[in-house]
């Protein structure tokens, strides 16, 4: 006979090898995504970060927004500049990440302007550090909405990040509206998540708008 003991330690196994599986295919889903973007040529880029920001205009989801928490673009991802320069002219509450590179967590700090970021963790913008030690950069609690990044976005909101988990963290506990921001290119059928991954509400690509409260695809897999 089996003791209780003895079976748990079968489940923990097996559930230790799930997860092992599940973080190599997301990492083999990553290595391939990242490099489909990476060879998307600069102009296409250009043109679909553009058309991905007209249909985030059309919203009725940015459009009733008082406050947006949005990334600041680098590298290869959907560029976000002409977002924020229009959320400025919107006159929206505008916040960007600061990241708590041990506990891999982040803070969305409000701004009034561009000039208030400098680059930090990982090369990415942040705001700048001096700013929020004399209390003039505040955190915003409960934004609106927030527009996500990702290597690729799948039709449910499922999302393959860059690993850190940051996004998964913040939208565990985050009651506004989540949109990832998706090249065509990088709109896949079906992507695998894991338990503590976390979907988007709305996945936006330059010819499609995804919604996935409403035709009831989302699903968190915690």
Known sequence: ???ICSIRMSLNKLL????????AEKNRLRTEFLKIRREIPENQKKE?????AARLFETVEYQNAESVFVFISVKDETDTSEIIKRCFKDKKRVAVPLCNTKEHTMTAIEIS???????GAYGIFEPKHSLINSGELLPLLNPSIVLVPGAAFDERGMRIGMGGG???RYLADFGGVSIGLCYSQCLAE???????DRCVD???CPDVTLDMRRNGQNK???
């Open 1 to 3: 006979m089996f003791s």
């Open 16 to 23: 230790t090898m799930d997860i092992r599986l599940v973080d």
């Open 48 to 52: 679909q970060s553009r058309r991905i």
């Open 113 to 119: 302007d561009s000039g208030q970021v400098e680059r």
């Open 166 to 168: 940051y996004y998964d």
């Open 190 to 196: 079906i992507l695998v998540g894991g338990i503590y």
């Open 202 to 204: 709305m996945v936006i």
């Open 220 to 222: 968190n897999f915690s």
